[in-house]
């Protein structure tokens, strides 16, 4: 089995705050893939849910010149935190909800489920397998619209740490990227992002450590799981894009 677990590279400088009242918002250019070539900058973001957004922030997003955007969230998650960028700037929208499994476990409807930290982190464990194991063709469905994007794409959950956290590493792992640098990435978000009062009044207060950070087990337990089942990212997203449309695409993507 593969080494996912590895953190000991750090990426490289990318285009660094994009809205510094949601400084999870961030692009994945400038990340060195395996054979020296870095991610283009300007064409791949991955976000938490923006609303509450002030004019400059909006005039900063619409400066991005997205072509795409992709929500991850429930429709119950939505709803109830609708965003209203984009709405009329012919953005095309797009809706991936990821099924939930074992998240249900942790939310404040069950807190008796939750003994401890380590409870906690082992059913975070089973989240992010079931990422590969009940929405692998809701991430095929994503590697296609991004794919086929004429512009650069957004994507986002609602922390932008584990639905997103997940999808930006199969960006980057499809890429070329090292598994050290997609590592690093990923547990950026533990300094970047701050849950707000109603989430973390959905979970368990046992679980909030857990649940609400970021550690490599988690996208190890992915990364695992989608060799185990598809032979790695690479082979994953050769089988959804076919081997000419996938070069195609890596070869946009990489300078």
């Not at 792992?173 to 300094?191: F, R, S």
Request: aromatic residues 6%; negative net charge; contains cysteine.
């Amino acid at each position: 089995m593969v080494d996912h677990s590895n953190t000991s590279t750090e990426p490289d400088k990318s285009t660094g705050s994009i809205l510094p009242t949601h400084p999870n918002l961030r692009c994945l250019g400038g990340l060195t893939a395996q054979d020296g070539r870095r991610v283009r900058r300007g064409i791949f973001l991955r976000a938490p849910v923006l609303r509450a957004l002030d004019a400059a922030a909006d005039a900063a997003l619409a400066g991005l010149d997205l072509a795409l955007i992709v929500d991850f969230r429930q429709p119950h998650e939505a709803a109830s935190a609708p965003v209203s960028f984009a709405a009329d700037r012919g953005v095309q929208r797009v809706s991936l909800p990821i099924r939930a499994g074992a998240s249900m476990r942790v939310m404040a409807s069950n807190p008796e489920a939750i003994l401890e930290d380590a409870d906690a982190a082992a059913v975070m464990i089973e989240v992010y397998r079931d990422f590969v194991r009940l929405n692998a063709d809701v991430y095929a469905a994503f590697l296609r619209a991004i794919a086929a994007a004429p512009g650069p794409a957004l994507f986002h959950c609602t922390a932008g740490k584990d639905r997103t956290g997940f999808a930006a590493g199969l960006i980057l792992a499809t890429l070329g990227v090292p598994m050290p640098v997609i590592m690093a990435d990923y547990m950026a978000t533990a300094a970047l992002w701050q849950p707000d009062a109603d989430l973390v009044a959905h979970i368990a207060p046992a679980a909030r450590a857990a649940v609400l950070g970021v550690r490599p087990a988690y996208l190890t337990a992915s990364f695992d799981e989608m060799d185990r089942l598809h032979g790695g990212a690479c082979s994953f997203a050769r089988d959804v894009l076919g081997e000419a449309a996938l070069d195609q695409w890596i070869h946009r993507s990489l300078i």
